[in-house]
């Protein structure tokens, strides 16, 4: 499906302005300032507690996250208020790290209306192995790399403008990680919303901890969030390489990221 209003590759579809958030009137987020291009995928990394998965439900406008300053921007349009349904018509999809138990809502009545029926459920699930999980409730029972699956189905259904993978690699074995990996680079790369099989409008925002899922996806630029705030970006490959060997602090200190202005382009090997 197209979307309304898609920019071409290389113009900003997402902007975030000076961004706090709190969650039972705790600030998690301050002063975040942050901005994706259409056609480009970048990659969140930092510590465990420093904001990324808030980050991300903020985006989506999950209850709960409440914005105390700035604003969200997308496709030239404020969304800061607007709630889940809007963004999601609007292009906005988010693969979670913990998704819940849809009991009652079998995978393959979900995808079809996910798809108002243009596309059949069973030729989606067979590319992930998920046909005979159609009939089952959305991720009752399922195993980890099952629910990370359950979840590319569902946004490759939706086809959204920008995707939002909240670490698509985390308790998938070994086995899936290779189906999941190469589902997020399809999903990326293949026909985007306005179309074509190219990347044009196509935008994503990754999180990542252990860096798995960059062997798939043709990243552009990575931020560092530390502390609730984004603390430095730059080269994604780069920065993984610095937090492994010198860890979060080591890599938050160097300046010179902080001025990067442009994405920086990775070529796949």
């Given at each position: 499906?197209?979307?309304?209003?898609?920019?071409?590759?290389?113009?900003?579809?997402?902007?975030i302005?000076n961004?706090?958030?709190?969650?039972?009137?705790?600030?998690v987020?301050?002063?975040?300032?942050?901005?994706?291009?259409?056609?480009?995928?970048?990659?969140?990394?930092?510590?465990?507690?420093?904001?990324?998965?808030?980050?991300?439900?903020?985006?989506?406008?999950?209850?709960?996250?409440?914005?105390?300053?700035?604003?969200?921007?997308?496709?030239?349009?404020?969304?800061?208020?607007?709630?889940?349904?809007?963004?999601?018509q609007?292009?906005?999809?988010?693969?979670?790290?913990?998704?819940?138990?849809?009991?009652?809502?079998?995978?393959?009545?979900?995808?079809?209306?996910?798809?108002?029926?243009?596309?059949?459920?069973?030729?989606?699930?067979?590319?992930?192995?998920?046909?005979?999980?159609?009939?089952?409730?959305?991720?009752?029972?399922?195993s980890?790399?099952?629910?990370?699956?359950?979840?590319?189905?569902q946004?490759?259904?939706?086809?959204?403008?920008?995707?939002?993978?909240?670490?698509?690699?985390?308790?998938?074995?070994?086995?899936?990680?290779?189906?999941?990996?190469?589902?997020?680079?399809?999903?990326?790369?293949?026909?985007?919303?306005?179309?074509?099989?190219?990347?044009?409008?196509?935008?994503?925002l990754?999180?990542?901890?252990?860096?798995q899922?960059?062997?798939y996806?043709?990243?552009?630029?990575?931020?560092?969030?530390?502390?609730?705030?984004?603390?430095?970006?730059?080269?994604?490959?780069?920065?993984l390489?610095?937090?492994?060997?010198?860890?979060?602090d080591?890599?938050i200190?160097?300046?010179?990221?902080?001025?990067?202005?442009?994405?920086?382009?990775?070529?796949?090997?």
């Amino acid at each position: 499906m197209g979307w309304v209003g898609i920019q071409g590759k290389g113009e900003n579809i997402l902007e975030i302005e000076n961004l706090s958030v709190e969650v039972g009137g705790r600030e998690v987020l301050h002063d975040v300032n942050l901005s994706v291009m259409s056609g480009y995928t970048n990659v969140l990394f930092g510590p465990n507690g420093s904001g990324k998965s808030t980050l991300l439900m903020t985006i989506m406008g999950f209850g709960g996250y409440k914005v105390t300053k700035g604003r969200i921007m997308f496709q030239g349009e404020d969304i800061t208020h607007k709630n889940v349904a809007e963004r999601a018509q609007m292009g906005i999809g988010l693969m979670m790290q913990r998704p819940p138990n849809l009991v009652g809502v079998q995978l393959g009545t979900l995808v079809k209306t996910m798809t108002k029926g243009r596309v059949k459920p069973d030729a989606l699930a067979k590319e992930l192995d998920l046909t005979n999980f159609l009939t089952r409730d959305v991720n009752v029972g399922f195993s980890g790399g099952e629910i990370k699956r359950s979840e590319l189905l569902q946004l490759t259904a939706q086809n959204p403008c920008f995707v939002m993978l909240d670490e698509p690699e985390s308790g998938v074995d070994i086995v899936s990680i290779d189906k999941v990996g190469t589902k997020v680079h399809d999903l990326l790369v293949g026909t985007s919303c306005a179309g074509k099989m190219d990347r044009s409008g196509k935008a994503s925002l990754v999180i990542t901890h252990t860096g798995q899922i960059l062997d798939y996806v043709n990243a552009d630029r990575g931020y560092v969030m530390c502390k609730g705030t984004v603390a430095c970006s730059g080269n994604p490959r780069e920065l993984l390489h610095e937090i492994r060997t010198k860890g979060y602090d080591e890599c938050i200190s160097c300046n010179i990221r902080r001025r990067s202005p442009q994405p920086l382009k990775i070529e796949e090997a």
